[in-house]
């Protein structure tokens, strides 16, 4: 039972789930110990992606609105960070920067466009993301066009970010940051705001909530961490030329957040995880599989997509979704009823319109 | 001087004259009703109000301030707030978030204060906090505190509508048929707290209602509307008991015969 309101502002409700958390950072810290150069540089694509799915996650799973633009604001942040450096600016400051800029470009596109509402939002933002895909191909003398743009490893200081690990522990430190910024301010009055827009939009403009506005810093804050990954990924790569930013990206960052769970932080890391992961884990398994099943061209992405389609039928809610059952099981041992999640299936189907 | 004006309000929808020439005033402290059948245009007044909808004449005046011409957002800021009759809750939230959205407009942090969640943030969102109990004592809604709005019976969240309307500190409250759907138990305790409402925490209330015993137990005046136009104002007992607006319920006597 709570006895004064410092509890219930805190940002880890019981002790129990601090300690968790704790434990499970200090994993994250150990784990590349134990996995080869290759693993490693895809739990750095996991922090990336997570980066990016996080921003994603509070304007479409927070705010409601949808993007399928968010390559645009991931490519300004390789970009910026790209042209930055090489200008001699330190990898410490071209970071945020990289991200500030993605973010103003999101307030200057965010505001004309963002009193269109489900797939007309989508549909504009995807013209956005084709007219930066343009500029970045046409303006030769900034970015070097379809020929690619050179990226060197980042320096904090004298000290240079040159192997797999170091850079593994540096995405992670920004996802760590990302998350803790997220989730200040969904506890505060702008992140409940975003919540109440995508609830119900009449109801939050009778709240005195201006929806242009908070709409336009939803939008901001996504391009933001985009911008923040995608200057991530530039150094990561060391090379970048338009072509990484095409609207695939776009939709899987959007099926990122779908894939784990819509309105939740947890949903964003494990839906980047699923992408990153999923894919690894079947070419593993590929050994194990009979004959004609290994020699079967094309099984990797057919799985793949198959697996999507698997957790959308069975687990709408996303990976969080699974999660939170699963927990519950575990709390609940062995109380545990196969229906205890029914009953809110069936309200929503009951709901009135 | 009235509280709040309604002065000589029109506005039409193609060729349906929804509101025609409506004028009425609230004064500072009372519940005023405005009862009529279905399309009478009673909850297009609330929405002009909170300038979902723009008039074609007339305007609204809360304490000599026009505000038929501000942005739909700043009418809250005025201290304005109100309820729908279809329930508008933030429903894949808590009860206690919905009663902290109320206090949007008092906030004083931006978005760069609160990605660090700094300590004035924090204090912030102890006084909403603060508020929002004050909220779940007046409405007894202790038990329903962590739940989410969705999984709620529908009388709960009726009150949670009315509760986070309460958060917001208004001078004037817009009730949109509070009683409809509730039982008799709940629509009792509603009228309990409209007078609570009244006289402990001094909000003027315009009410919008279908249930005429709620409406006379509560009301200080009344005004019944009929297609957009104004049939009678005054006492609730002058109201109800005269003939045109008996006619507009209950319809002509020799089709009843």
């Known amino acids: 039972m709570k006895t004064n309101y410092n509890e219930d502002i805190r940002l880890f409700k019981y002790r129990s789930t601090f300690f968790w958390y704790l434990a499970l950072v200090i994993g994250c810290l150990i784990l590349p110990l134990l996995l080869d150069e290759y693993l490693i540089s895809q739990l750095t694509f996991i922090c990336m992606y997570a980066v990016a799915a996080v921003g994603l996650m509070l304007l479409t799973g927070y705010t409601g609105q949808i993007s399928i633009g968010h390559a645009a604001f991931f490519a300004i942040g390789s970009y910026a960070s790209a042209i930055l450096t090489t200008k001699g600016v330190p990898f410490i400051l071209a970071l945020p920067a990289a991200g500030i800029l993605a ?19 989508a549909i504009a933002t995807m013209g956005f993301a084709f007219i930066v895909d343009e500029i970045l191909v046409r303006w030769e003398s900034l970015t070097r066009g379809n020929m690619g743009f050179y990226v060197d490893p980042p320096s904090i200081g004298p000290f240079i970010i040159d192997t797999e690990l170091r850079y593994y522990y540096l995405t992670l430190v920004v996802l760590i940051l990302t998350l803790f910024a997220a989730r200040n301010i969904l506890r505060s009055p702008t992140g409940r705001a975003m919540i109440a827009i995508r609830d119900s939009e009449v109801a939050a403009e009778a709240m005195g909530i201006n929806l242009a506005k908070f709409k336009t810093i939803a939008f901001a804050v996504s391009a933001f961490f985009a911008g923040i990954a995608g200057s991530l990924y530039a150094h990561k790569l060391f090379f970048i030329n338009p072509e990484s930013y095409t609207i695939l990206l776009s939709i899987e960052l959007l099926a990122m957040i779908i894939i784990g769970g819509l309105g939740s932080l947890h949903g964003a890391v494990f839906g980047a995880a699923f992408f990153i992961f999923l894919p690894q884990v079947i070419i593993m398994t590929k050994d194990y599989m009979p004959l004609y099943l290994q020699n079967q061209t094309g099984l990797e992405p057919a799985l793949f997509g198959l697996l999507i389609v698997l957790v959308m039928l069975f687990e709408p809610m996303g990976i969080y979704g699974r999660w939170l059952k699963t927990k519950f099981y575990f709390e609940m041992f062995p109380l545990y009823k196969k229906d205890s999640f029914k009953r809110e299936k069936k309200y929503q189907k009951a709901e009135r319109h | 001087m009235a509280f709040f ?35 009478a245009g009673k909850t297009t007044i609330f929405n002009c109000i909170n300038r979902f909808y723009d008039l074609d004449e007339g305007a609204f005046v809360l304490e000599d301030r026009v505000i038929s011409k501000i942005k739909p957002h700043e009418v809250a800021e005025m201290g304005i707030a109100r309820t729908f009759q279809n329930i508008e809750l933030f429903k894949n939230t808590t009860v206690l978030d919905n009663l902290i959205l109320g206090r949007h407009r008092r906030r004083r942090s931006n978005v760069f204060t609160e990605i660090f969640f700094s300590p004035s943030v924090q204090k912030q969102e102890l006084e909403s906090r603060e508020k929002a109990e004050e909220i779940i004592d007046f409405l007894d809604l202790e038990a329903y505190r962590e739940q989410r709005v969705i999984n709620l019976p529908y009388g709960v969240q009726k009150t949670v509508e009315l509760g ?16 409809s759907g509730l039982n008799v138990e709940e629509t009792e305790d509603l009228s309990f707290w409209m007078s609570d409402i009244k006289e402990e925490l001094d909000i003027t209330i315009l009410l919008v209602e279908h249930n005429m015993r709620f409406v006379q137990a509560v009301s200080d005046r009344v005004l019944a509307l009929d297609f957009g136009q104004t049939i009678i104002q005054g006492s609730p007992a002058d109201v109800l008991s005269h003939p045109e607006v008996m006619k507009a319920y209950l319809g002509e006597e020799d089709v009843v015969a």
């Open chain 1, 103 to 121: 973010g103003i470009v999101g307030v200057i596109i965010g505001r004309p466009i963002l009193h269109l509402t489900g797939l007309y939002l």
């Open chain 2, 164 to 179: 986070r309307a309460l958060a917001m500190d208004p001078k004037l409250l817009l009730l949109d048929e509070p009683s």
């Open chain 2, 5 to 39: 004006r309604t002065e000589n309000i029109s506005i039409s929808f193609g060729g349906l004259k929804a509101l025609n020439g409506v004028s009425f005033n609230v004064r500072k402290g009372e519940i005023f009703s405005v009862i009529g059948p279905n399309g």
